[in-house]
Nanobody, 123 residues
Framework: QVQLVESGGGLVQPGGSLRLSCAAS????????MGWFRQAPGKEREFVAA????????SYADSVKGRFTISRDNAKNTVYLQMNSLKPEDTAVYYC????????????????WGQGTQVTVSS
């Protein structure tokens, strides 16, 4: 099983930006599809973004399209989530996840999760 360690969360004002990072170890990183999820207080964990094994295909939730960008650097075993034009409703704990599949993964495919990093958007 791959191990995931996240960083980059914090407090940002509405309209600001943050970049989250997720460093992976364990099974071969290149062979994993990756995703980002988030969970706000009192809400279910929801899908945010996903990327295939090579970084050539991505998928986004409608709520973040045009504002968030997922990317990966397989040489560094790291996946990123660039978050721009942040809104208060983006406030949540953000989790990265890995799936042992090459293409874009569906939620049941994810079998490893990071510890989560808090993102707070507030003025």
């Amino acid at each position: 099983q791959v191990q995931l360690v996240e960083s980059g969360g914090g407090l940002v004002q509405p309209g600001g930006s943050l970049r989250l990072s997720c460093a992976a170890s364990g099974r071969t990183f290149r062979r994993n599809a990756m995703g980002w999820f988030r969970q706000a207080p009192g809400k279910e964990r929801e899908f945010v973004a996903a990327i295939n094994w090579s970084g050539t295909s991505t998928s986004y939730a409608d709520s973040v399209k045009g504002r968030f960008t997922i990317s990966r650097d397989n040489a560094k075993n790291t996946v990123y989530l660039q978050m721009n034009s942040l809104k208060p409703e983006d406030t949540a704990v953000y989790y990265c996840a890995a799936a042992p599949t090459l293409g874009i993964a569906t939620r049941p495919n994810y079998d490893a999760w990071g510890q989560g990093t808090q993102v707070t958007v507030s003025s």
